[in-house]
Nanobody, 115 residues
Framework: QVQLVESGGGLVQPGGSLRLSCVAS????????MGWYRQAPGKQRELVAK???????NYADSVKGRFTISRDNAKNTVYLQMNSLKPEDTAVYYC?????????WGRGARVTVSS
């Protein structure tokens, strides 16, 4: 059973940056399309970024131009660089396969954007 561990969340002021990391317990990052999802309070979980095994990236309109997804196959890790953060980016962020999450969800990384 693959496990996913997200980290890097925190409290940041509007306009600030954070980098999230997601480590998989075994080598899947290079084989599958991986994505970052987020769930804001009172809202459904949504996919915000994904990266294919070939390296193609795709972003939700709400984060395009501000977020960048990347991966390090040797470290079984997927990253999400988040710049120009806005209060509406406040959420718990999760990684998983995309666009259909087939792995048990990790605990996520909480991101709070507030002054």
């Amino acid at each position: 059973q693959v496990q996913l561990v997200e980290s890097g969340g925190g409290l940041v002021q509007p306009g600030g940056s954070l980098r999230l990391s997601c480590v998989a317990s075994r080598s899947i990052v290079s084989d599958y399309t991986m994505g970052w999802y987020r769930q804001a309070p009172g809202k459904q979980r949504e996919l915000v970024a994904k990266i294919t095994s070939g390296g193609s990236e795709n972003y939700a309109d709400s984060v395009k131009g501000r977020f960048t997804i990347s991966r390090d196959n040797a470290k079984n890790t997927v990253y999400l660089q988040m710049n120009s953060l806005k209060p509406e980016d406040t959420a718990v962020y999760y990684c998983n396969r995309a666009p259909i999450a087939t792995i048990n969800w990790g605990r996520g990384a909480r991101v709070t954007v507030s002054s």
